[in-house]
């Protein structure tokens, strides 16, 4: 398995472009979970899925969407980049919802807004 | 969600043991502690998760009293690849996980 992969490794965007931030998981998992973290700090939830068709807002949604048609598949997009939303973003996924049960992450995106 | 408290860092040298304690005065019946570990540039992975007594697992031991109010872990003999961020979490499967700012381990040689 390759768990969870995420592209790109890096980028950079100029203010006001636009991008998507993909997330696939090989484990069949139902949830699944978009976060930033920012320099020196915990992760925030952006995002996440119970199952395909079906998304929710986390703590900082704003500026973001994201889609979930299919189960291995979970992109987050980025709308009139800013700034602010400079930071690192780790795509999770886990079999069962909750913080009960073990989450796997992807290796991370680290996004740069000038 | 249970809020949790953890020194901000450590400091150790290879060989020793490790304790990091997590305070969660606010612990509901039904939560689950949980700690993760997360390396420079990557994203966290899970250590060990437990309810109540100690749980021991190839890694790591933690350890939860009886009022279940703290837990700390236990990294036994570590080295320098152990240097890491380490969170611990407090949550049952209705919560989403939250991370705090966790424990900068800094293992020295």
């Known amino acids: 398995n390759a768990g969870v992969t995420q592209t790109p490794k890096f980028r950079i965007l100029k203010i006001g472009q636009s991008m998507t931030l993909q997330c696939a998981q090989d484990?069949?998992?139902?949830?699944m979970y978009w976060y930033r973290q920012d320099p020196g700090m915990g992760l925030k939830l952006i995002y996440y899925?119970?199952?395909?068709?079906?998304?929710d807002k986390g703590e900082v949604p704003n500026g973001y969407n994201v889609s979930r048609s299919t189960t291995e598949d979970f992109p987050l997009r980025l709308e009139l980049a800013a700034p602010s939303q400079t930071s690192v973003y780790f795509c999770?996924?886990?079999?069962?919802?909750?913080?009960?049960?073990?989450?796997?992450f992807g290796p991370g995106t680290r996004l740069t807004v000038t | 969600l249970a809020k949790t408290t953890q020194p901000i860092s450590m400091d150790s040298y290879e060989g020793q043991e490790v304790n990091i304690t997590c305070s969660h005065n606010?612990?509901?019946?039904?939560?689950?502690i949980t700690w993760y570990q997360q390396f420079p540039s990557q994203g966290p992975r899970f250590i060990i998760q437990?309810?109540?007594t100690k749980v021991t697992n190839e890694v790591a031991s933690l350890f939860i009293p009886a009022d279940r109010k703290s837990s700390t872990l236990s990294l036994p003999r570590v080295s320098l690849s152990d240097t890491a961020v380490y969170y611990c979490?407090?949550?049952?499967?209705?919560?989403?996980?939250?991370f705090g700012g966790g424990t900068r381990l800094m293992v020295k040689p």
């Open positions: 999770a996924s886990s079999y069962l919802q909750g913080a009960s049960y073990e989450q796997y």
């Open positions: 484990m069949n998992h139902n949830y």
């Open positions: 899925s119970v199952g395909a068709g079906i998304t």
């Open positions: 606010n612990i509901a019946t039904n939560d689950y």
């Open positions: 437990g309810y109540k």
């Open positions: 979490l407090v949550g049952n499967a209705g919560n989403m996980l939250t």
